[in-house]
């Protein structure tokens, strides 16, 4: 049995009724088995303690040893990352609580039994801080305007702001940590990674590749672009081929290089380049890559031909006379704006030599005319007899085509414009 188990068997073996011993003895020997067990407890309690520390580190370690992993050692990185903010928001939360409780303590600690000591204070106040507020009520709760004002003060300082501040802090770290994890590609869900870091040196052993350290060490000494310059400081990606690894030695023989390329594009086809990291997509989206997929593999390797329909072609020509009737109905359009310009101009001269314009119609004309930049207008006025003259000039037609195409100076613009034959 247990040292504990045989304190219990002696206290309870111990003869009250022996006559031949004293009862101050009896006492004596009970007191003893007492203090005995009281010690055992006492260290059973010790080792409790020390066994809850133990587990806790264990805890810490688990946490620590999940950083082997980016996607799982998202805990860790966030609590690196927010170190430094954390000890800040600490020095300024614990001395605002300290003085919360130290107040409530000294105002109302002997009307209310949540604040009667300084320890009594502050653990009250993380009851409150997770949302216990089941405090005393009653006429002698203490409940005061000193009372009001420390609970409005604590709310809006401690529950509110710094909570908050503390959940902000965590909450910004967490998305730092995240963004750094999505940007890091060559890494893919943690079973596949450890399944596929089990399976490497059996597969290193079989083929002849270099363990996982060494390959590291061989890749850094290397110098595969021939610069004579780290290629791990330059900006560029440098690629590695299987005639690279055979060449310096990084792999030994073609086949075998040309196997482990395989084997890395398979296991991490982040290392190929222009690769995508997939993200969130919709459904629809999933559905219509996995279609793209099957008829890429339906094409590519099972050779089924694509449908290849022999549509009518567009003739050239037709789209060649479509241009060349919209130049000329654009030619035709420009002459006839023309000629309703000449024809309104041969009619304004006509009423002026006919004189049947009004003097202020006519007024107003020569002052258009006195406007205009035409020599003719430079005078201020036009008299009849050189509006009679101009009139007759453009009335008399062109003998031919050409004499009418020099006159408008456009081609077929005399078989378009109509000229008046004579006077009303």
């Given at each position: 049995?247990?040292?504990?188990?045989?304190?219990?068997?002696?206290?309870?073996?111990?003869?009250?009724?022996?006559?031949?011993?004293?009862?101050?003895?009896?006492?004596?020997?009970?007191m003893n088995l007492v203090l005995r067990l009281n010690e055992h407890l006492e260290s059973e309690d010790f080792h409790r303690m020390?066994?809850?520390?133990?587990?806790?580190?264990?805890?810490?370690?688990?946490?620590?040893y999940m950083r082997v992993h980016?996607?799982?050692?998202?805990?860790?990185?966030?609590?690196?990352?927010?170190a430094m903010d954390f000890v800040h928001f600490c020095v300024v939360f614990f001395f605002l609580y300290a003085v919360l409780a130290f107040l409530g303590m000294w105002s109302f600690g002997d009307k209310t039994s949540n604040f009667r000591d300084f320890g009594t204070a502050l653990y009250t106040q993380f009851r409150m801080l997770a949302g216990e507020f089941n405090m005393d009520d009653g006429q002698e709760s203490g409940f005061e305007v000193v009372w009001g004002l420390w609970c409005v003060t604590y709310f809006l300082m401690v529950f509110s702001l710094l909570l908050n501040f503390f959940l902000a802090i965590v909450v910004d770290s967490y998305a730092?940590?995240?963004?750094?994890?999505?940007?890091?590609?060559?890494?893919k869900d943690v079973i596949w990674d450890i399944v596929a870091a089990s399976i490497y040196p059996l597969v290193a052993i079989l083929?002849?590749?270099?363990?996982?350290?060494?390959l590291v060490t061989l890749l850094l000494r290397a110098d595969l672009d021939q610069d004579n310059i780290n290629d791990e400081d330059g900006d560029k990606d440098i690629p590695v081929s299987a005639e690279m690894l055979d060449l310096f030695q990084i792999v030994k023989g073609k086949h075998s290089s040309e196997h482990f390329v395989k084997y890395y594009r398979w296991v991490c086809p982040a290392l190929d380049f222009g690769y995508k990291e997939p993200g969130a997509e919709l459904e629809h989206k999933t559905i219509l890559r996995a279609a793209v997929e099957i008829d890429s593999i339906r094409?590519?390797?099972?050779?089924?031909?694509?449908?290849?329909?022999?549509?009518?072609?567009?003739?050239?020509?037709?789209?060649?006379?479509?241009t060349e009737v919209k130049r000329d109905f654009v030619q035709v359009r420009h002459m006839l704006a023309q000629a309703e310009a000449l024809r309104q101009q041969d009619m304004?001269?006509?009423?002026?030599?006919?004189?049947?314009?009004?003097?202020?119609?006519?007024?107003?004309?020569i002052s258009l005319r006195t406007s205009s930049?035409?020599?003719?207008?430079?005078?201020?006025?036009?008299?009849?007899?050189?509006?009679?003259?101009?009139?007759?000039?453009?009335?008399?037609?062109?003998?031919?085509?050409?004499?009418?195409?020099?006159?408008?100076?456009?081609?077929?613009?005399?078989?378009?414009?109509?000229r008046m034959s004579s006077p009303i």
């Open positions: 049995i247990s040292p504990y188990e045989e304190v219990v068997k002696d206290i309870l073996d111990l003869n009250w009724g022996d006559v031949q011993v004293t009862t101050e003895e009896k006492v004596d020997n009970f020390m066994g809850t520390f133990l587990v806790l580190l264990f805890f810490v370690r688990v946490v620590i980016p996607k799982i050692a998202v805990l860790y990185a966030t609590i690196v990352e927010m730092s940590v995240k963004e750094a994890v999505q940007t890091c590609q060559v890494e083929n002849g590749w270099p363990g996982r350290g060494r094409h590519d390797i099972l050779g089924e031909k694509r449908i290849v329909m022999n549509l009518p072609q567009k003739d050239p020509s037709l789209q060649a006379i479509a304004d001269d006509l009423v002026e030599v006919l004189g049947l314009a009004s003097p202020s119609s006519r007024a107003s004309r930049p035409a020599p003719a207008a430079k005078s201020g006025s036009m008299s009849r007899a050189a509006s009679t003259a101009r009139l007759n000039q453009r009335m008399s037609f062109p003998e031919s085509d050409s004499e009418t195409e020099a006159a408008s100076g456009s081609p077929s613009s005399g078989k378009v414009l109509s």
